[in-house]
């Protein structure tokens, strides 16, 4: 995700940059990627990296709860209606 400002933000798609595990792979200035198991446990772990990153950027407070948001319905649809709870399968 790239923060140019406080309102500004860019996903990013390098499939170079992924690996197992929660941790984030730092794939160039201010972007993540993260290859996760379908658990939510996970997927709270990736949620937390990315806001911590959006408050350190200083996203205005609407921002950054609209981006939480929109976190935690990806996450959730991911894992538990796309992928059916199976942590063999990957976010």
Do not use: W, Y
């Not at 595990?21 to 990296?49: C, D, M, N, W, Y």
């Not at 200083?58 to 992928?83: R, T, V, Y």
């Amino acid at each position: 995700m790239s923060m140019n400002g406080p309102n500004r933000r860019r996903p990013s798609n390098n499939a170079n940059s992924r690996r197992r595990g929660a941790a984030p792979v730092r794939s160039g200035e201010g972007k993540f990627h993260f290859l996760i198991p379908s658990e939510f446990t996970e997927g709270r772990t990736v949620q937390k990296a990315i806001l911590d990153c959006v408050h350190r950027c200083g996203f205005d407070p609407d921002s950054a709860f609209a981006i939480k948001l929109a976190l935690e319905e990806a996450m959730i649809n991911a894992i538990h209606h796309d992928n059916k709870l199976d942590s063999q399968i990957k976010v």
